[in-house]
Every structure is written in C-alpha cells, then in structure tokens.
C-alpha cells in the first residue's frame, strides 16, 4: 500500500498528496478545484464538527441556517469587504437550461437570464447582517449568537486538498452585541475555544495571536488567530475570529435601541473554522508510514485483528476479542474487529497502520494460552505486552498517553523551529536553511510588512497576544520596534 | 402573540405561512425563493438530522461529501434524468468579478466566464456516479453505501417556507451493488427507515408505496415513497427511495468484475428527505393555538415556570425548580427553566405555547406548600396537578403519551379522511368536499393519470404496497383494473 509513497525528508508536498489519496481521505472531483471528501475522511470531519459544535453550544451559540446566495450588490455595501471576497467567485447569471437546438445536449437558456447576479456565498456576513436587520429592534434581542455549518466557495486558482479547495466546508459564527466590549470578549472567546479545540483535541499546540493590518479580514476591525506549525517548518492559520466594530451594522442599517432609549448601531464578531484543519491534523502528526491520528479524532481507536490457522482456532480467539471489544466500547471507546477472512493479518497490520488507528490488538493462539495480546501503538510504533485480565483500564490510559505524546511531540517540534532574528540576513538564512518560525521585529508598517513579503515570501502570522516587550529594530527598515512579531512562510 | 394569526378552518394556507413566521422557525430571505432557517426551526432540523443520522449508520451507511456544482455536460449523460432536473437550476457561467469602469459597483468579468457552465446541484447522481466510477473495481468493493447531508437548489417558481424552497436541505444516499435483488432490498430498507422515522418520531402516520411511472423519479426504475395527509386533506410526500437498476452506471460506466470474474454493470438505489419534513411536522400536529410538536423532536420537551410576588418568593420556588430540572436532565429529557424577571407567566405561557413545548411545570407558592406542581401538557391543553414526590417518573410517562397521542390523533385523523370512490362522479364530489386521500380503480396507463390530474388536479400518490388485489373498473376510463390505488391532490 505505502509504496510509491514519498518519505517526507524526499518530497513533503507529494508526502500529502499521496498521504491524503491513499488513505482514502479525499480527492480531486471532475469540477475544478472541488475535493470529494471520502468516508474516511468525513469521519473524521464529522469528529471535528461534533466536538466544535458542543463547544459552540456550551458557550451559549445556537445553529441557524442562511441562504447559499447573496445578491451581488450585497458586496459593494461594505467598503473593504468587497475588495477582499467579491472578486474570485462563482457567479449564477442564469436559472435555465433547455435542449439545444442540433440536439446534441443542452445549453444555457438566455431568456432565463437574472435581472441580478447571485454570487456563491465566500463568507456570509453580508446576507446575515441584512437578515439581522429585521432580528434587532431593542437591546434585549442581544446578543444574538448564532452559527452556521455550510459550504462556501472561493475560485482558488492554484488548490490542494482539505488546505485550499474552491469549495469547502466550514462553520462561520456571526454574532450581534451592545457594546464594542462584549463584541471584543466573544471574538476573545471564541478564538480560545479553537486553541482549546486545536491543543487538546487535534494535539496541535498554536501560537494566540492578531493579525497585522495587511493580514485582516476584509471588513474587521482586529482579526485573532490561530498559527500552527507543520513539520515542513511552513505555519498554517488554524482558525480565526473577527471583531468586526460597527462596520456592517453601518452596511447594513442595522441599530438598537439601548436601554437608555438611544438608537445605536449593533457591534458584531464572525469567526470560523473550516476543512483546513483536515490538512492541518494530518500534516502535524503523520508519518512515512502513513497517517496517524490524535486518539479524541480518530473514527476508529482500537483495532483488534486475529491469528489464526483454522476456523476453530478463530472461533476461540473470537469469543476474547468480542468479549474485549464489547467492554472497550462500553468505556466509550470505538472499536472494529477485524476477523475478515479475505485478508491476511500483515495486510491488515499494514492497512490500520497506514489509515493512523491509534491501537492495534493482536490476539493469537498463544497469547490465549498465556492470557496476554500483543499491543501496538501507532504513534511511537512501540509493541507491548498487555494481560488481558485488566486491559481495559490499560487502554484507556494508553490512548490519554498518546494523545498526549502527540501534543508533546508536536510542541517540542515547535519550540526547536522557533528562532529569534535581528538582521535583515539572520532572517533570509533562517527562512531559507531551517524553515519554522521566525521572531523579528518589525517596524508596524504595512509597507515594510508587504517588501519584507515580497522579497521572502515569509508573512507576520500574527503579533502574539500578551507579547513580551522588547526595544528592538526593524529587521526591514531599522526603525525602531516595542516587539517581536512571528513570521513564516505559510500554507 | 397569536393575534392577527388566522385558525386552520379561515385559511389553513396562512395558517401554515403564519405559524412559522411567528413560531420563529423560518423567514423568507433577500434571494428569492430561499429561506433563513431561524435557531429555533433549526434545533428541530438537529434532532432530525441527529436520529436520521444513526439510523443510516446503524444500517451500514457512511457519510461522505460531493461538490455543490456538476458540469453541464454529465446531465446529459442519463436520458431521461436530464428531462428531470436539467432544466430550472441555477447556472454558474462565470468565475469573477471587478469593478465597474463607472465606479458605482461591482460587475461581471467577461473575460472569467467558465469554459463549461457549472450547475448547482439539484441532486447528486451524476456528480456521484461520475465519482463512483473509480471506485468500484471489484465484487469486493461493493455495496458501496454512502450518504450525503448537503444543501440543493431546484429553481422553483412558486415557493413556500419549508415545503418547498429555491434551496433546501436534505440528505442523499447513494449505494451500489453487485445484483438487482440486493439493490431493490437496499431501496426497501431505506423506505422502511424513513417511515419507523415519520410514524416514531415525527407521529405523523405514512403510506408506504411505489409511485406510477408519471411520478416517478428522473432515471429511477421504481420509485418508493412515503405518503402523510395533512389536516387540510391534502397530501404530503415525506421521503423518496429509488431502485436505479443500471441506469446511472451504464450512463457512467461503472462496472465491477463479479465474482464469476465477469465484467457486470453496477446496480444502483438513492434516497433521501429534505427539511420539506419540517413543513411535514408543522402541518400535522399544530393547531390554532401555535406549534405543536411532538417530545421526540422537540428541542425543548418541559419548561419550569415560576409564579411568585417577590424575589424571596422566587429563591424559595427556585429551589424546587432547579431540583425538577437536573432530576428531569439526568433522565435525558431537555428542559429549560424559565425565571425571566423581564416577562409575565402569563406571557410566557403564551410564548411556549405558541411555540408548542410539550409540558408546562408552574410552580407557585400555594403549590409549593402542597408539595404539588401544575402540569399543563400542550397537544390536549389538559392540566393536572402533581405530586413533586414521584414526578420525574410521571414527566417521562407523560412526554410517551402525549407522542403516542399525536400519532393515534394524526392516525384516526386520516383513516376518517380515506375514503373510497368508485364512479368518476363520486371522485370529484369527494375531492371537492371531502379532500383526503380517495382510494380508486385506475386502468394503469400514464395517458389516464395523466387526464385525472388535469381535469382535477389529483394525482396518484402512491401504489400501496401489500395493497390488496381487487377487481374493478377505472373511475376515468372504465377499462378493468386489479387495484385501488390512493388518489389526492398534493403539496
């Protein structure tokens, strides 16, 4: 199965396309630019959503659902939203098809042309904030604290599975507030919600932070965001959650009025998430032996596969394995067993290694006898062996175990590709020879922010929260600097 | 709240478009012919889609996703589903936008327009047949199942909330087999699933049938479906499941080499429910009072209200309450208490009530000192006064039966609204004044069916299966027939 497989030291970006394919994750479709998401890899979304959505809820946030199209015109209503999302975009002219007249197939009917152009919702502040306006009338309908799952397009010239698709899947939150200080708590608090979601689901340690101006969502006042590493050295933003002050309320008409009887605009934050992070989880843990995955997202946790040479045999081992598995996922834990007769165990070995299932439990005729399994893990690769009389409790501690051993690993790796630059040439040989994040400072400037981009290609990911201060100079300009900021080059 | 809303006897139509505006369940939208679906029509779709969801997995099936858009050219490819579908869609031509050389907005970029149209799906066959293709090999790769919870657009031109909208929501489920039986009984099961769904949950009573071939599917050899009456007597069809035989794999070419070592065509089914089940659900149970809703799909099934005088008063009930709640949460049943200071209990009996929570719990003072609690259940509006000793017990008693009671009310509701007719007189006297589903002769012919719904707007909702055979006389033509058939007219 893994051959044809690029190691990552020969070929990183091939080390993921065929990664992605193989595992039966996802693949390209005949539409351009748009994945079909296979089942293995849906699955491992739907762990994502589940857990998110929990998140959301437990944090006061109910699911609505908002139309897939936005008139055109909604975009020109809000200055700098329309420079950032109304240009590459699947645009509905027509409503119409009808049999062509040679008859060779069928052709778009011109008399069923769209007196407006619909645009395929990009991001859908637009068509929520002009639905809002009839929602918020007093400051008792607030805050409003609504969120969407959906599916949005971008007509991304150059895409890559799960990180850059012209389609994809997402959840986009859009909330209503009284006051710019509730508006900035709840983009605050959403943005921990996803370092929570990243570190200790997805085992992916993030650096908080705010994107320079150049960075910022077109339409915020202040973008927050996540950046993880991945083992290339490139970063990858892992989410983002936008104060967005009282700019599309003013779009969009949209006021309150406030219980000193004033009528006021509506202060407001959007943030999401999306399939991107299918790319990010498995491009920060796996490995040349294929996918590995983070315990609390793998669909499948425990593996039990049989050796054996006959059906009685099998019979034997069966009554243990199910008695095993039955106790496993009645701590909650899911498990297959694999007793297909199809194939051989090193097949299998192989295929569950290679699809990232966290344990494997091997259960032959003479662990019987001793009453013991043979235990891998796929993280390290280790083998143990376990009693049966207990394994429960072991396994349990086992996928906590790796799933910490995966943040770890993760962080370290962090922390070691993590440097510090103070010349315009530590920079450019940092950049070039290791890759990673790089600390420079930098003189604020958007000018200096966009040649330092344009000669290096490496970006400032963000201005950490809670930044230490440090007089510096620019490694750009010299001009002097209050901080350092955390470049890279990115996804 | 409940002003200005007619009863179902003045106008069930505005009764109905009235109901989910003031229900907050759904709104129409700046896109024509789209709808928002509001938080609280929302969290019904959640637990919809939550128990759909486990019954596909518990029968096998996986989740995976397809993209939104389909090229033009594959609805060509089966002949009669282009008939079907290819004509009111929406149509993406082109790829981008810029500015107006004006400066007054945005336009379309003639020099972006696609090569080949893209068609935002109205159902996914093709996109997924195309896909498919690669996929299936083998005898071993096979059944495939796989759905799909996604968003469609059908250009309609009459649209009504819920029932039927520009987009919709729904899942689609796409499997293939090895043999004709094996897809058949796949096509069966789904249709049987989707009424456990309907009769369980939503209580609302189905037909289980196969629909004529004026009815049928585009490019489906037998369409399943299952048929609700709705209290206007008109009926609903709340879910479709399609035997496909080999059309969309010789359309696709799809095939597997068989056991045999034989290269066959793959057989085919799909199926699928929308959030047309919402209007369904609405229209069933409700009445002139606002929503009714029965306890399985209701998002919130009790709400606590307090009744006092002071805030003293209310920390005494609050004790209590908060007791009732945790007790009635730890059963698994959602409740909200609700201790508003900003709202009359008069208001908010209203409010629920309209919004058709199953059980009402009031507590006052007077019923504290009984050890008692008013029970106010929603579908029959009866109150009851009960013991707090044992009422966790007596809740979930009641929430069984008032779902069971929707059910036998919806059941009775339509075994009175079935009637038989047997002369072409008797039909259209009984559709005129009657309504409801008119069991009949029909001579099997589509010219026939096709008269019937012209001259009355009726159509055949179903061939029951198991019906029992019966010699007869079409109503229309008189030519001999073995079997009535249910006739109505429909949403």
């Excluded at 013991?372 to 409790?393: G, M, N, P």
């Excluded at 051993?405 to 510090?420: G, H, I, M, P, V």
Aim: hydrophobic residues 40%; proline residues 4%; aromatic residues 10%.
């Amino acid at each position: 199965m893994a051959k044809d497989f690029p190691t990552r030291a020969e070929n990183y970006s091939q080390w993921y396309n065929d990664l992605v394919i193989k595992a039966d994750l996802a693949e390209t479709s005949a539409v351009r630019g748009c994945m079909v998401i296979k089942p293995s890899g849906y699955a491992i979304w739907e762990k994502m959503q589940s857990i998110l959505d929990k998140m959301f809820k437990d944090t006061g946030h109910s699911n609505a659902y908002f139309p897939l199209f936005i008139p055109k015109s909604f975009f020109s209503k809000e200055a700098s939203h329309v420079e950032g999302f109304a240009k590459e975009c699947a645009v509905v002219t027509h409503y119409r098809l009808k049999n062509s007249s040679d008859g060779k197939g069928i052709i778009v009917d011109e008399d069923a042309k769209l007196e407006e152009e619909l645009i395929v919702r990009p991001t859908s502040e637009t068509i929520i904030w002009d639905t809002y306006r009839n929602w918020i009338k007093s400051y008792r309908d607030l805050p409003l604290l609504i969120n969407q799952w959906a599916n949005v397009v971008r007509w991304e010239m150059r895409t890559r599975l799960f990180l850059r698709t012209t389609e994809f899947l997402w959840q986009e939150g859009h909330t209503a507030h009284a006051t710019r200080e509730e508006a900035i708590a709840e983009a605050e608090q959403m943005l921990s919600v996803y370092a929570d979601f990243a570190e200790n689901y997805m085992a992916v340690p993030v650096i908080r932070g705010i994107k320079s101006p150049n960075e910022r969502f077109a339409g915020a006042v202040e973008t927050y965001c996540i950046e993880a590493l991945m083992q290339d050295g490139k970063a990858l933003q892992a989410g983002t959650s936008h104060f967005l002050g009282e700019n599309f309320a003013k779009a969009f008409d949209v006021k309150f009025l406030s219980k000193e009887n004033k009528l006021e605009y509506v202060w407001a934050t959007s943030w999401g998430v999306s399939t991107r992070l299918m790319g990010a989880l498995i491009m920060a843990h796996s490995d040349d032996n294929g996918l590995v995955l983070p315990p609390k997202l793998a669909p499948t946790q425990v593996v039990i596969i049989p050796i054996y040479k006959n059906s009685d045999q099998l019979a034997v081992i069966s009554e243990t394995a199910v008695k095993i598995k039955n106790n496993l996922q009645a701590k909650g834990i899911s498990v297959k067993y694999d007793d297909r007769e199809t194939q051989k165990p090193g097949w299998k070995f192989n295929e569950y290694e290679f699809k990232g299932v966290p344990v494997r439990i091997v259960i032959g005729p003479r662990d019987l006898e001793n009453g013991t399994v043979e235990v891998a893990r796929r993280d390290t690769l280790e083998k143990s062996v376990y009693q049966i009389i207990d394994i429960e409790k072991k396994i349990v501690n086992l996928l906590d175990s790796i799933q910490d051993n995966l943040y770890q690993k993760a962080l370290a790796f962090r922390d070691e590709n993590t440097r510090k630059a103070d010349t315009w040439e530590e920079f450019n040989t940092l950049l070039d020879t290791k890759a990673g994040f790089v600390l420079a400072h930098w003189d604020g400037t958007p000018e200096t922010e966009q040649k330092i981009k344009d000669e290096t290609k490496a970006t400032i990911r963000c201005i950490p929260l809670n930044n230490t201060p440090e007089e510096g100079k620019c490694i750009y300009s010299g001009k002097p600097s209050k901080q350092r900021v955390v470049f890279a080059r990115a996804y």
